[in-house]
């Protein structure tokens, strides 16, 4: 899966293919702002919210990270002038980090500081969800994260669960009263410092589960997201929040869009709030292959896609 996303080749006949359309439009909201602001409204009047993420990551050309950024702005300002909450994520791949931290920030701030100014004008508390990637980013996106805290943004981190040191980076978060999405993480280079094997992350990521919902991060204005479709884990999440007096709404689960829509909805019809992370972009093939690998149920669909069916 990893060779079939990187592939240039693979990614040029899929994007440009008709008969690939069926797979795009099962994990991607289209191909602009535009499209994506239309299947955000539909999501938003079904009871879900929505993330924003305009596709491409560990991008090397200057030209494509100024698009980038340009694209997440115009993400931000069309959610605004929707009248829908302005949730936008973000990968500092995407912005520059791949090349140059200082340009990378540079981009993150000018961003930051769009949101910042459409919250000032009104707009539905607008978040700057900053994405975690592999293990050689933590510590600069945790930087980054401080250097847009500081300069007013409103911004929030994800942070993974597989992580060893994910319990140390999430104290100082809970104890200013910020926000993070936990999730398992996506990443398995990380050696010694990650745990190994499902069983050890899904005990880390309740472990972490059990911090973000202790009646201190509660009286800290603490804001916990789980990033998960993992059946088991959700009901204990769920329990927790209960046993310590949290109610939907000053929680939340996020999903990525497309992928178990029958949980997805079942949990909004539990009343808890379910945000749908929904990438959109023409760079929708490393995404989608990546979605496609974590389920074999997904196979049958890319087979259908590749015979054209
Ligand atoms: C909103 C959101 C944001 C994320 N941001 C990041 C990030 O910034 N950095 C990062 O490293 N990772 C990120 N991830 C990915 C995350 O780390 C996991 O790799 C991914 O979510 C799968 O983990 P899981 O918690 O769903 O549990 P799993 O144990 O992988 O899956 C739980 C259940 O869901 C099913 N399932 C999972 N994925 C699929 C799929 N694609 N199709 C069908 N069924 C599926 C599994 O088969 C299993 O039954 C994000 C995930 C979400 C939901």
Redesign the pocket.
Same mark, same amino acid.
């Given at each position: 899966m990893i060779a079939l996303a990187r592939s240039p080749r693979v990614t040029r006949w899929m994007q440009g293919n008709r008969a690939a359309a069926a797979l795009a439009r099962r994990?991607v909201g289209g191909g602009d702002v535009a499209a994506a602001t239309a299947v955000a409204r539909e999501l938003e009047r079904a009871g879900f919210k929505t993330?924003l993420y305009y596709l491409g990551e560990y991008v090397e050309d200057p030209a494509l990270v100024a698009e980038n950024g340009r694209q997440k702005i115009a993400a931000a300002e069309a959610l605004a002038a929707a009248r829908m909450q302005v949730h936008v994520?973000c990968?500092a791949t995407q912005l520059g980090y791949a090349i140059d931290d200082a340009a990378g920030a540079t981009l993150a701030l000018r961003i930051g500081e769009r949101l910042r100014a459409l919250a000032e004008a009104g707009a539905q508390q607008p978040v700057l969800m900053?994405?975690?990637?592999?293990a050689a980013y933590v510590d600069r996106i945790l930087v980054l994260r401080r250097h847009l805290l500081a300069a007013g943004v409103p911004v929030a981190q &994800?942070l993974?669960?597989?992580l060893k040191r994910t319990a140390a980076d999430l104290v100082p978060i809970i104890d200013e009263g910020g926000m993070v999405?936990l999730?398992? $993480?996506?990443?398995a280079d990380a050696g010694a410092h990650a745990f190994q094997g499902?069983a050890a992350?899904?005990a880390n990521?309740l472990a972490l589960a059990a911090r973000m919902l202790a009646p201190e991060a509660k009286a800290r204005g603490f804001r916990p997201?789980f $990033? &998960?479709?993992?059946? @088991?884990?959700i009901p204990q999440i769920r329990d927790l929040a209960r046993v310590n007096g949290w109610k939907p709404g000053e929680y939340g689960f996020?999903?990525?869009y $497309?992928? @178990?829509p029958l949980?997805q909805q079942a949990l909004r019809d539990a009343g808890e709030e379910v945000?749908?992370?929904l990438p959109f972009g023409r760079a929708w093939w490393p995404y989608a292959v @990546?979605?496609?690998?974590?389920?074999?149920?997904?196979f049958l669909l890319l087979a259908r896609t590749v015979l054209g069916g």
């Open positions: 994990f993330s994520s990968d900053l994405n975690m990637e592999d &994800t993974q669960a597989y999405r999730v398992k $993480g996506a990443f499902a992350i899904d990521y997201v $990033g &998960t479709h993992d059946h @088991r884990l996020e999903m990525l $497309g992928v @178990r949980l945000r749908l992370y @990546r979605r496609v690998g974590e389920s074999p149920r997904n």
